[in-house]
């Protein structure tokens, strides 16, 4: 109790839009989609939790998603891209509810007592939606009008970087989630294979794009788009996941790959690894939370920032294994990357295209950083 009583109470902020989305003449979605955008911004550069916003946003910004699926594409989109996520679904209905959009509330009730109704119930579903939807946003602007602080709009940028700048907490939060960002990479099969072999062949590792499908001896494949650097200009290689490999090469033929002899020769114009192999090194680096590591020991680079990482690549191979665990990174503005080797007293940074040592750590300083780290966030 007093614990409770002397600890300092959060503060929700209050949302605010610029003039122009609640002038008269505005279009009907424009404050709407201005709450949307606010909050996007305070979760992804601001770094707020749900306790930190005014706590009808996430009700209005789900009710929004789910109105702009179904409109779009049905509610078999909306059951497919939201893959029925529970805080998706209790905010939207929350928001349709609080608004008084009562029939479309009954619509998303049904599609979440009934998930897994056939396609001519879904449809019958959007019937009933297209029946009354067309208030929406009125109904929405009536709810939420009174709940948002109007910014003018020569001000309303200064406003929000004010609002975006980070505290101690969520400046901590912010780091947080770069070095969460990095764990990600280096669990990411793909992303480990297709990186590898580019640097492999000389290139910077910068990211994967897009691909298109590619029909191969009568089957069809996604022929991923590979952003490279060889340090000096920006090229396009050719991923794809084929044959339990990973096959990366310069170029693809247009059309149709009809022949084992065509397909042969697309294999040896690039490099491959098994799949297999791969996600052995990712399930490794997983286990033993290497990218964790990674990030916090790339905190002591100087002049670097995790955000240019664009991937993570833990390989047994690797040269400098019999020093110890190492990963490779892959960094944008960096040719040759990074190397990372954790040794039994120390780890160490290698910026590999100048050959030279640009941190070092010792293991117990980077075991209490990471201990540090978990008690942030109650990993036992």
Not at 29 to 46: E, F, K
Not at 127 to 152: G, L, Q
Not at 160 to 189: C, T, W
Request: proline share 3%; glycine share 6%.
């Amino acid at each position: 109790m007093l614990r409770s009583l002397f600890s300092p109470r959060q503060t929700r902020k209050k949302i605010f839009v610029p003039s122009s989305s609640v002038a008269e003449g505005a279009e009907r979605y424009a404050m709407v989609q201005s709450i949307v955008n606010w909050l996007n911004v305070a979760r992804d550069q601001g770094c707020y939790i749900a306790d930190e916003i005014a706590e009808e946003a996430p009700q209005l910004y789900n009710a929004d998603y789910y109105y702009a699926q179904v409109c779009n594409g049905g509610h078999a989109q909306f059951r497919h891209n939201s893959r029925m996520d529970p805080m998706t679904l209790i905010h939207a209905q929350n928001g349709l509810l609080a608004a008084g959009l009562t029939e479309l509330h009954s619509c998303i009730s049904a599609l979440v007592e009934f998930p897994e109704m056939e396609k001519q119930v879904l449809e019958e579903l959007d019937t009933k939606f297209f029946a009354c939807y067309k208030n929406y946003h009125a109904k929405m602007n009536d709810w939420f009008r009174p709940k948002v602080k109007v910014i003018p709009d020569a001000k309303y940028e200064k406003h929000l970087q004010n609002f975006l700048k980070h505290d101690v907490v969520r400046g901590q939060r912010f780091r947080d989630l770069s070095i969460f960002d990095l764990q990600g990479k280096i669990q990411n099969g793909m992303l480990a294979g297709f990186s590898h072999m580019a640097r492999g062949l000389g290139y910077n590792f910068l990211e994967i794009r897009p691909g298109s499908i590619k029909v191969i001896c009568g089957e069809q494949f996604i022929v991923w788009r590979i952003a490279v650097s060889d340090g000096v200009k920006n090229l396009l290689l050719y991923g794809m996941e084929i044959g339990g490999r990973y096959l990366l090469v310069p170029e693809v033929p247009n059309g149709p790959i009809e022949t084992d002899e065509a397909l042969i020769l697309l294999v040896k114009s690039g490099c491959q690894l098994m799949v297999e192999d791969v996600k052995a090194q990712c399930a490794y680096a997983t286990d033993k939370r290497l990218g964790i590591k990674t990030a916090l020991l790339l905190e002591n680079v100087p002049d670097f920032d995790l955000k240019e990482v664009t991937a993570l690549n833990y390989f047994f191979e690797n040269p400098h294994a019999e020093h110890g665990d190492a990963v490779l990174v892959n960094s944008r503005n960096r040719v040759g990357g990074l190397c990372v080797i954790f040794g039994e007293a120390r780890a160490l940074v290698i910026d590999v295209g100048k050959d030279k040592v640009v941190a070092k750590v010792k293991q117990r300083t980077l075991a209490k950083a990471v201990r540090e780290f978990d008690s942030r966030h109650r990993v036992h």
